[in-house]
């Protein structure tokens, strides 16, 4: 067996309190967020996306590989050119690709194949799984555990985003693939997630619907 190097933890224990009021505000801060269809064009700081990007990146990863890139995109242009490749691939997928069973259990969403906000939020971020990783002397390494980790990686992505006031929405054009091309990433990596982040816009209507109880969700042994 190799020898690790191990440094201190550096733990910050809180005061029982403490904990249960952050537990409880974190919740409330959570339960607020919402997937926002219809977006702003107001800009929002690069700094805020970076911090966000940061924070996802601190994600715990398969054999701490982080095997993840986030292709952050404000240019209008690029913007135009996932919109376009998106409704394509959208215009296909409600068109009948999905199936009758797919498209139903979308309708209370009320999404169709028209992605406006694609242009319109001051934000995407293409998130991209490595499938594998390249040696310094070039050559694969295998990556272990890569949608977990990029899925864990977008959950801190989406909490820091929301942490910071912006709205986001995880949109899955399906397939992704024109995100190599637009984004310019190699072969190796396949993109999990558009996420789209900004500000809503000014009359955002969401729909009424509800998360799953505690009860439906968990089970105490
Ligand atoms: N990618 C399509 C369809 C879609 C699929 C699921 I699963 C959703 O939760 C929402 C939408 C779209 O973005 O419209």
Known sequence: MLNPVYQPLRFEE?????????????????????????YSDRPVPREIIVNAV???????????????????????????????????EEKTFYGGRA?????????????????????????????FGQRYGTAPEGGKVKHY????????????????????????????PSPMGFLNEICGRPESEKAYILLVAGYPAEDCRVPAIAKKTLDEVSVWI
Not at 14 to 31: G, K, V
Not at 56 to 83: E, M
Not at 104 to 126: S, V, Y
Not at 162 to 172: D, R
């Open 14 to 38: 809180l005061a029982p309190e403490a904990m249960l009021q952050r537990s409880r505000d974190f919740l409330a801060m959570m339960a607020r967020r919402r997937t926002v269809r219809d």
């Open 54 to 88: 940061r924070t996802a990146a601190l994600a715990p990863s398969g054999a701490n590989q982080q095997p993840w890139t986030f292709v952050c995109i404000s240019d209008p242009a690029i913007k135009s050119r996932i919109r376009v490749a998106a409704e394509e």
């Open 99 to 127: 199936g009758a069973e797919w498209l139903g259990a979308l309708r209370h969403l009320g999404t169709d194949w028209e992605k406006p906000f694609l242009e319109t939020a001051p934000w995407l971020i293409a998130i």
């Open 145 to 172: 555990y890569v949608p977990e980790s990029v899925g864990i990686a977008s959950g801190f992505l989406i909490a820091a985003l929301h942490n910071a006031g912006l709205a986001t929405l995880t949109h899955t």
